[in-house]
């Protein structure tokens, strides 16, 4: 079964190596955040992303609310498309106009100068304004502004404004999600979790990724919702899909009914970056999770997971390191060739109650049930 494993991996790197050595040829693999600018304020052919993010109380009983953002300015650069179609083995000329068209808008964030330099201000609901540092690099951005907040024992979204002075049109609003010191949060990989991806095959991944429409897998929303019934459950989807599928995965969420919540995903500067190596996604969701953890160091978490690439080995890394925050751990099997066993041995040394390999959604009701039978959360 590792030998299996090997020729895989050893197929996705391949895959992957000559992904690169076509943007390589073409001068395509270096940084798309290249553009900068004296002028630090917005210009109005720029755009200005925000992630959602958390909120949460620090040990001084202050809320500080985080604040996402990349600014960008398109551009058209369609023989990046065209390049990424032919390792894809996709035919151009044979997609029908609907198909041509979501293929140019799943890669437009793809094919844009990343702005550096720009300030960002929001307004939050008190009509304080925050100032964001100047955007790196990348275009990116990030503060953890001082909020008030008269109810800090409930979830709440919080929302910022775009304040700038020269402000653009093509800014939407930030939002951080509050969640109180105590209670239970659902942390969820998107991939193969809650939509279909096929992570096994890079080729195929980003098929699934820049031509066909998203399909969530059957029964998960529901059973999301399930955990909320009360309305007192944080949620935070952290993957490794590049912050320029925010957009579509977003739209995803809200057509399937998921429970929205916090997203963190992952730096992609490079278009030979668009699939991770195995490192970087490992590296990317440990990080992300750990934050989550110590922010909220008092709240219980449930880790949602597949048995596809890292998810089993992550969880039960976090499970040994901070076994009073982790409730419990659920894996969807979604590897019918990997075995039950090989899964387990990343799980193996924590509470045999506390993770389950799941087959199905009723495995995952079931477990769940059982943990709230012997693990009652403060609220």
Not at 100 to 120: H, I, N, P
Not at 223 to 229: A, D, G, L, P, S
């Amino acid at each position: 079964m590792r030998e299996k494993n090997k020729t895989s991996q050893n197929t996705d790197q391949q895959q992957m190596r000559t992904l690169r050595k076509l943007f390589v040829a073409l001068g395509m693999a270096f940084p798309l955040a290249s553009a900068s600018s004296a002028e630090s304020h917005l210009k109005p052919d720029e755009f200005v992303m925000f992630l959602p993010d958390i909120a949460y109380q620090n040990d001084n009983g202050d809320i500080l609310a985080g604040i996402q953002t990349w600014v960008y300015e398109k551009e058209k650069r369609r023989g990046l498309t065209h390049i990424l179609a032919l390792f894809l083995g996709i035919d151009m000329s044979a997609l029908t106009a609907a198909e041509r068209r979501q293929l140019y808008a799943r890669t437009q964030l793809f094919r844009v100068d990343s702005e550096r330099g720009k300030e960002v201000f929001v307004q939050d609901e008190d009509n304080y304004i925050h100032k964001m540092p100047k955007t790196a690099s990348n275009g990116r951005s990030h503060i953890l502004a001082p909020v008030k907040l008269d109810n800090k024992q409930s979830i709440k979204r919080l929302y910022f404004y775009p304040a700038n002075i020269g402000k653009t049109n093509n800014a939407d609003i930030a939002v951080a999600i509050y969640a109180p010191p105590t209670g239970l949060s659902v942390i969820s990989d998107i991939d193969d979790t809650i939509k279909h991806s096929f992570v096994v095959d890079k080729r195929q991944l980003l098929i699934n990724t820049f031509l066909n429409d998203f399909t969530a897998i059957d029964q998960m929303a529901n059973f999301y919702r399930e955990i909320n019934i009360n309305n007192d459950v944080a949620y935070h989807y952290v993957s490794s899909s590049p912050i320029q599928l925010f957009p579509v995965l977003h739209e995803f969420m809200i057509e399937n009914n998921y429970p929205l919540g916090t997203m963190h995903l992952r730096e992609a500067t490079r278009w030979s970056d668009i699939v991770p190596l195995l490192k970087a996604s490992r590296t990317h969701k440990i990080r992300s999770i750990e934050r989550l953890l110590r922010a909220y160091p008092k709240r219980k978490f449930l880790l949602i997971g597949d048995s596809v690439e890292n998810d089993p080995a992550i969880y039960a890394d976090l499970g040994h390191r901070f076994p009073d925050q982790i409730y419990g751990i659920i894996i969807r099997h979604a590897t019918p060739k990997k075995s039950y066993i090989e899964i387990e041995r990343h799980l193996n040394g924590l509470d045999r109650k506390t993770w389950i390999i799941a087959s199905s959604v009723d495995d995952m009701r079931n477990f769940f049930k059982d943990l709230q039978s012997a693990n009652k959360i403060k609220q």
